[in-house]
């Protein structure tokens, strides 16, 4: 590739296609329509590579929390840029030692930060990020939720064909968060993370371990007497390995199904109801006006530390006659039990305004681009040795995008070989569908259709 084609105005990299490719769609599709060179990668995919040879005047990026972010992720060889932060994950734990984790350091401090509302500047400012760094943006996961793009998601008919769903039943979604038993299946996996992470992973596991047991007895024992009811699981996008409890609950009840394809937005839109025990997609539900219900032990999540400040400790719904009764009528049960605090909702996200948050967002970085002078002065400067820091992560990076397009591959031509197994291979399709380039054109073209 020449260093000529190489350039462009923004890179935009993006980690989970279920969590973020929509979100950062809209941007790259705003700003391609006023003029922009833009190109969009995926961390894991094989496209990935090519990015060491793009020069970007500014990298925009799903998070960046230190230099290390930056090493990975520069050009080979590094041309000074300005980098700007995404944030994608502003909600954090409410226990206060765990905010750490949300703190630039080194380098990191010199990108723009993006902040949908007063928590997450307050956490800029107390890293030391300058003021002019720290940009007030609102969440453009909610812009989707706007009216504007009913239209960009699928209808129940469409989705009840594809996955064999009955369209005149009940659907009750469960948005899961059980990444860290998805992750330890094994006493070795286990003992690995927390010599890496320490006993708060231990108590993460444990927690979500007595969850997810509590949960898949009310599931089937809810199931087995209501048949008019299809419950949704959703795995969050890093469940990469499937949980045992749960394949056995899908094979118990032909009304359970577990769908990892599509994002969480595409499912609620559909649903009649929403539940989580802690995801903060409760937010979209929230603004779509689906009934949503927080589904966990109260007690529980509050010694684990995973207690997040978005959800109202005492709405937890936490035995199975308030959650029969729950599901029986969510319409009627959801003013009572909503679990949002609103207050710190605010807080988080910010107020509404009238002006979507992508389209802001793309106003500061056409005034950034058009800017030369205050784009030089942005532009982050790394040394020898912090080019050289991540090269073992870029090659990390590398073998499994590789990894993941030729899986991703095998299952196309599984598909194409066997028709008649399709059925039984179609949900490890569905998790590496991230990975197909139809299914993501697709999107872009339904999105450009609105946007324009």
């Known amino acids: 590739m020449s260093a000529e084609r190489g350039k462009m105005d923004c890179l935009i990299f993006y980690e989970l296609v279920e969590r973020s490719y929509e979100n950062d769609l809209l941007i790259k599709l705003e700003l391609e329509r006023r003029g ?167 108590t993460m596991y444990d927690y979500e371990t007595e969850c997810s047991e509590m949960l898949t007895e009310w599931w089937s024992r809810y199931l087995s007497t209501h048949d008019d009811t299809i419950f949704i699981y959703r795995p969050h996008p890093s469940e990469y390995q499937s949980i045992g409890r749960i394949e056995e609950l899908e094979k118990k009840h032909d009304n359970f199904v577990c769908i990892k394809k599509y994002s ?56 199975y006659e308030l959650f029969e009764k729950a599901m029986d009528d969510p319409s009627a049960m959801s003013s009572e039990w909503n679990p949002v605090n609103k207050e710190e909702a605010e807080r988080i996200y910010g107020k509404k305004t009238d002006v979507p948050a992508y389209i802001g967002i793309c106003d500061y970085l056409e005034a950034l681009l058009r800017d030369k002078e205050r784009l030089k002065k942005m532009r982050v400067r790394l040394t020898k040795e912090e080019k ?32 008649w197994k399709k059925k039984n291979i179609i949900k490890y399709k569905d998790s590496l569908s991230r990975f197909d380039r139809r299914f993501l054109r697709d999107k872009e073209d339904r999105l450009r259709r609105i946007t324009g």
């Open 36 to 202: 922009f060179k833009v190109k969009l990668v995926n961390m894991y995919w094989r496209d990935f590579w090519k990015s060491f040879f793009y020069h970007p005047r500014i990298y925009v990026v799903p998070s960046c929390r230190d230099t290390n972010v930056m090493s990975a992720l520069c050009s080979v060889p590094y041309k000074e840029a300005a980098w700007v932060n995404l944030q994608e994950e502003q909600i954090g734990f409410s226990n206060e030692a765990d905010i750490s984790i949300f703190l630039p350091q080194g380098r990191a401090k010199e990108a723009a930060h993006l902040c949908w509302g007063e928590t997450a500047a307050g956490y800029m400012k107390r890293a030391g990020v300058r003021n002019e760094y720290i940009i007030p943006s609102g969440p453009v996961q909610f812009d989707l939720c706007s009216p504007r793009f009913k239209d960009y998601f699928y209808d129940k008919k469409y989705l009840a064909e594809e996955f064999g769903l009955d369209v005149n039943k009940k659907w009750i979604l469960f948005a899961s968060d059980f990444c860290t038993i998805s992750e330890c299946q094994t006493e070795e996996s286990l003992r690995y993370k927390m010599n890496r992470f320490g006993d708060f992973w231990k």
């Open 264 to 319: 969480i937005k595409q499912w609620i839109h559909v649903a009649d109801a929403f539940t989580t025990w802690i995801s903060s997609s409760v937010m979209e539900a929230f603004y779509l006006g689906i009934p949503c219900f927080a589904l966990g032990k109260e007690k529980g999540i509050i010694d684990s530390g995973l207690a997040i400040a978005l959800f109202r400790r005492d709405r937890y719904i936490t035995d």
């Open 388 to 419: 050289r820091l991540e090269l073992g992560t870029k090659l990390t990076y590398v073998k499994t995008t590789l990894y993941n397009d030729t899986v991703c591959r095998i299952w196309r031509l599984l598909c194409v070989l066997m028709p």
